[in-house]
Every structure is written in structure tokens, then in C-alpha cells.
């Protein structure tokens, strides 16, 4: 221990940033976001941190506030690679990712000595990892396509739903779940009619009761949509005040207020998809969210990601493979992860930098209900897991062709 101490000191902390939206409509995200990482390298440094040639290290997590917007995400970048970080971090919006992914293609080729490497664990546009591929950067979290490709797995056998409303944020993230939402139906269900398709501002609009009414007039069964934060909980609410009676396919209605805006109307009809659910029926998975709920007891921070601990969990083995946090041996490294952590696992697939990871599909009820062990940030409902993807199943082609630094 004293020579491992030792080691700690000889080594500077490795520097991550994470420049994500903490202030303005998503800021709820951006904070859930930022208490994962914290629990996820406080696990590492009490660990001894990373072994690299220089000795074991720490990993010190710094936030830059991009409001959520691209020109601020840019200008934090450069604060943050001044301020010595090599590693960014950053989920919340696709647009950010895509200009984030854009400067550091351009830095890197300018900037050989001080490159960088982009973990991203929530930006979600299939392009990310298909024509807009980069060797910079890694997507930790399923794609659209993929999350899409698990709620249609129920909705499929959904004889109930005749006719879907898609609504969805107008930037390219929405766009792309319109444009999967549409391909899978005619190809999954072709007897459901789209009743209406819809695009609205990103975490811009105040009242919803417009679109809720016009979902509720349209004689949906059913809405399709990836709204998150803000947008996703005035909708579902909203939708509650006009009595729109059917089932919300959602990417994100598992937390950040969703289930306490709807309430009762959501049993049974709201279906999450997620990387991982607190009531997946697992001993390790219990203990897990529970050590979580133990580091950040207030009911409201309960929004817990297990992409994100096995994210650092995979940044932490490839530092350590390759012996250093320089960006390409470190990226090289980081290509060929696979890790595990309480029961759940993952994989970088090296050709694309598409993390494989298992999917589950949860449909929202009461605390206490079979299968709802847990609820959502204290509201009194949970997710009840009703299917379980492993990766082979979740894995999906893609069309990147990696450009590789000689």
C-alpha cells in the first residue's frame, strides 16, 4: 500500500471534461449526467486509480457548462483542452456531439501533441457512428435505430395499437426517429396507420396542450417519440389534461419527472427503452442501484446509468492497456474494450466505435406491483422490465468507414 501511495503522488491526475448543457432546458439531464461520473471515478480512485507507465493515477472529473448550446460547447472545448484535458465527455444533444466531433477531427490534425479523445454516452444520432464516424470518438449508449429496434420488439406483438402519432424535437436526433419510426412500421406493422407525424422546437416550448390535443383528435392509439428532459414531461403531462388514453413508446420516459407528470393514466402505458432499468431482475443489479441510491439518497437524483459507470469502467481499462492517456495509444486501446460490472456487460465494436451493450424495454406501475421493486425518483412508480435484449440482438449494421491516423 505505502508504494502504491507513492505511485499515486509521482503521477498528475488524468484530466476529464465534461462539457455538457448544466444550465437552461436540459439542465436536470446535465446534472443526472455529472453525479453518475462523480460516483464512477470516486469507484476508480478509491481503487488506487490507473496503472500507467509513469505509475498509478487519478481521473479528475472537471464540468464545463455548455448551456446546451453548440457555440458554447466549442468555446469549452478549447477552455478545457487549455486547462490540460485529454479525455471529453459530453451526451446531451446529437447537434453538440456532431459539431463537438467536427472540431476535434480539426485539433487533433493541427495539434498533434495535445489530441483528445470524445466519450460520448448519450448523443444518439445513428450518424454519429455511421458516415459521420471518427477514430476520436466512442458513442456508449445504443443509437436511435437500435433503441427504436427494441420498442418496436413490443409494439409489434401490440395488436391493440392501430394508428401511431410520432412527435419528435426538430434536430437531426428527432429526425432520425421519425425517419426509423416510419421504416420500421412498414416494414413491422404495415396494417398501423401513422396518424401524424410532428416536429416541435428543442426544450423550447412551454405548453404542450396543443400537440396533446391534436394527438388525442387524431384517434392515435399510440405515440412514438425520443423527447427527453422538459420536453418529454410537459408533453406526457399535457397529454393526461386532455385524456389522451393511449400507450407513449418513449425513449426516455423512465425518469427526469415523466412518471410523476403522468401519473396513474401511465400505468401499463408508458414503455421506456434504457441500457439498463432498476427492477432488471438481477441480485447484482439490486446491489448496484442501491449503492447508487446509498451515495445520493435524495429521491430526485435517483436517475442512474449503468452506461455511464461501464463507460469510465472501459476508459479506466484501455488507460491502464495502453499505459498512457495520450490520445492515440489510448484510442487504439479503447477499440477493443470489453468490460463487466455487476452483472451487466459491454463491448466497443472497433469498426465503427458503437458500444454493444444488452437493451431492456420496461412499461410503467405502481411501487410494489410484481416486478416493481423500485420506483422513479420517489413518485411512486417504477418500470417493470417486459423484455430483455442481449447485444447480439441489439447490434445493428452500419456504414462507417474509419479513416485510422497513420
Not at 509513469?54 to 486547462?83: H, M, N, P, V
Not at 416541435?200 to 416550448?205: G, I, M, T, Y
Not at 405548453?207 to 384517434?219: E, L, V
Amino acid at each position: 500500500m505505502p508504494a502504491l501511495a507513492h505511485a499515486q503522488t509521482a503521477g498528475a491526475p488524468i484530466k476529464l471534461a465534461l462539457v455538457e448543457g448544466l444550465s437552461g432546458g436540459n439542465a436536470n439531464g446535465g446534472e443526472a449526467v455529472f453525479r453518475n461520473l462523480v460516483w464512477a471515478v470516486e469507484r476508480v480512485n478509491e481503487r488506487g486509480g490507473v496503472r500507467t507507465r509513469e505509475g498509478a493515477r487519478t481521473l479528475e472529473l472537471t464540468r464545463y457548462d455548455s448551456k446546451g448550446q453548440i457555440e458554447e460547447a466549442l468555446s469549452t472545448l478549447r477552455s478545457a483542452i487549455d486547462d490540460g484535458a485529454r479525455v471529453i465527455l459530453q451526451g446531451n444533444s446529437s447537434a453538440v456531439a456532431a459539431a463537438l466531433i467536427e472540431a476535434i477531427n480539426r485539433h487533433n490534425e493541427r495539434e498533434p501533441q495535445r489530441r483528445v479523445v470524445f466519450l460520448n454516452y448519450s448523443a444518439v444520432d445513428p450518424a454519429l457512428t455511421n458516415d459521420k464516424c471518427s477514430f476520436w470518438h466512442f458513442r456508449f449508449d445504443a443509437h436511435a435505430d437500435m433503441r427504436l429496434t427494441a420498442l418496436m420488439s413490443v409494439l409489434r406483438e401490440d395488436k391493440a395499437v392501430k394508428s401511431v402519432y410520432l412527435i419528435n424535437p426538430d434536430y437531426s436526433f428527432g429526425h432520425a426517429v421519425q425517419r426509423e419510426a416510419k421504416r420500421q412500421l412498414a416494414e413491422q406493422r404495415p396494417d398501423v396507420r401513422i396518424a401524424a407525424e410532428e416536429l416541435h422546437p428543442l426544450l423550447r416550448v412551454k405548453d404542450f396542450a396543443p400537440y396533446a390535443t391534436k394527438i388525442k383528435a387524431s384517434g392515435a392509439d399510440a405515440v412514438i417519440t425520443g423527447n427527453f428532459s422538459n420536453d418529454l414531461t410537459l408533453l406526457v403531462k399535457a397529454a393526461r389534461e386532455v385524456g389522451f388514453d393511449g400507450r407513449f413508446y418513449t425513449f426516455y420516459g423512465n425518469a427526469l419527472g415523466a412518471p410523476a407528470a403522468i401519473g396513474d393514466a401511465g400505468i401499463g402505458k408508458v414503455l421506456a427503452v434504457a441500457d439498463w432499468l432498476p427492477n432488471v431482475p438481477a441480485p447484482q443489479s439490486d446491489a448496484f442501484y442501491q449503492a447508487f441510491r446509498k451515495r445520493y439518497p435524495n429521491p430526485a437524483d435517483d436517475y442512474v446509468h449503468m452506461r455511464l459507470q461501464l463507460m469510465i469502467e472501459a476508459l479506466a481499462q484501455a488507460i491502464e492497456k495502453a499505459g498512457t492517456a495520450d490520445a492515440l495509444p489510448l484510442a487504439t486501446a479503447l477499440e477493443q474494450t470489453s468490460v463487466s460490472f455487476s452483472g451487466w456487460t459491454g463491448r466497443m465494436r472497433a469498426a465503427d466505435h458503437q458500444f454493444q451493450q444488452p437493451l431492456v424495454v420496461g412499461v410503467m406501475d405502481r411501487l410494489g406491483t410484481p416486478g416493481v421493486k423500485f420506483d422513479v425518483e420517489g413518485s411512486g412508480y417504477g418500470f417493470r422490465v417486459v423484455r430483455q435484449i442481449p447485444p447480439p440482438k441489439a447490434e445493428m449494421p452500419h456504414s462507417c468507414k474509419m479513416v485510422r491516423p497513420a
